[in-house]
């Protein structure tokens, strides 16, 4: 099957939105803190990125969600910095410190190439937001090498619509956050003003871009939506708000993610009510809320007394 992407990049249409998404540099609203450094001139913001991308590393990775990794893992690829900063971060020196290596655009390409290579389902982009432009500058360098991966878009969900439609016929999976339904939680603890309506706005268009959750005869996914949604403490989360709304608003037949990882890393222990795991009860509400939703497809995480998820 030819890519989308394919038939964008011979039309010239990823041409024009390669110009556009540098053109945002320039003034950078890539993201809804619409920070407003030249980027172009190498300025930086709250992500913390700059001109070129900038890579914490790139693997084969087989611990995502089974229909991403299938037999032969996932293409992941974790770009430094992020839009959030989120006190308990399980990523924090990629995220918060941008530990990594600048790179071109055509090495970022050619690192695309390799993975596929390696046969790879897909090619999984981790915490790509601010650097969108640069990503669509490598996929136009990378199909006449032979690229023809889908392409996973791994985000904290908190995203501006009118970027995600750059991406329209590019991204063939979508793999959000939903992190909140309170937007002081989302300020105290991931500083993301606005991000319940901004979230459910982005995942919303997502889900128009590429519908439900779509697998070929192998139960590898080719296209679709997965929400991942990570129960927090006290259910700061908003679990018991956002998985009926996700029912109601998207659909019961979306997939959802589960999880139940969170630990206090990082500078969660500063945060009233973090510092500590999530216990059964809160994990059993939440999985209630779910199968009350009638939320059927996807993933439950089991959890471990000790400290998270098994």
Same mark, same amino acid.
């Given at each position: 099957m030819v890519m989308d992407y394919v038939k964008l990049h011979a039309s010239g249409e990823l041409l024009h939105r390669i110009r556009e998404a540098y053109r945002r540099?320039?003034?950078?609203?890539?993201?809804p803190h619409n920070c407003g450094v030249n980027r172009i001139k190498d300025e930086r913001g709250i992500c913390g990125a700059g001109l070129k991308p900038k890579i914490a590393s790139t693997n084969v990775h087989r611990g995502e969600e089974p229909p991403i990794s299938g037999t032969q893992g996932s293409g992941t690829i974790f770009l430094s910095g992020c839009s959030l900063k989120c006190a308990y971060c399980q990523n924090f020196p990629i995220s918060h410190f941008g530990n990594g290596?600048?790179?071109?655009?055509?090495?970022? @390409?050619?690192?695309?190439?390799?993975?596929?290579?390696?046969?790879?389902? /897909?090619?999984?982009?981790?915490?790509? =937001?601010?650097?969108l432009p640069q990503i669509l500058a490598a996929l136009w360098l990378a199909i006449p090498l032979g690229f023809s991966l889908p392409i996973v878009w791994n985000s904290?969900?908190?995203?501006?619509?009118?970027?995600?439609?750059?991406l329209d016929g590019i991204v063939s999976l979508y793999l959000p956050d939903m992190k909140y339904s309170d937007n002081s939680a989302a300020v105290d603890i991931s500083s993301a003003p606005g991000y319940c309506e901004i979230n459910r706005t982005a995942v919303i268009e997502m889900l128009r871009q590429v519908g439900h959750l779509q697998v070929n005869e192998d139960d590898v996914? @080719?296209?679709?939506?997965?929400?991942?949604?990570?129960?927090?403490?006290? /259910?700061?989360?908003?679990?018991?708000? =956002?998985?009926?709304?996700?029912?109601?608003?998207?659909?019961?037949?979306t997939?959802?993610?589960?999880?139940?990882q969170y630990f206090p890393a990082h500078k969660a222990l500063e945060i009233e009510g973090m510092a500590r795991p999530v216990n059964h009860g809160e994990y059993d509400a939440a999985v209630a809320a779910l199968e009350e939703a009638g939320l059927e497809n996807g993933w439950v995480q089991e959890l471990d007394e000790e400290r998270g998820a098994i």
């Open positions: 540099l320039a003034s950078c609203d890539l993201c290596q600048e790179i071109p655009t055509r090495e970022l @390409a050619a690192r695309m190439v390799k993975l596929q290579k390696q046969q790879v389902h /897909n090619i999984n982009f981790v915490t790509p =937001t601010h650097y904290s969900g908190y995203e501006n619509v009118d970027a995600l439609q750059l996914a @080719a296209r679709g939506l997965i929400i991942r949604h990570l129960v927090l403490p006290g /259910n700061r989360a908003g679990s018991l708000e =956002t998985l009926p709304w996700i029912a109601g608003n998207l659909g019961d037949e997939h959802i993610a589960l999880m139940s």
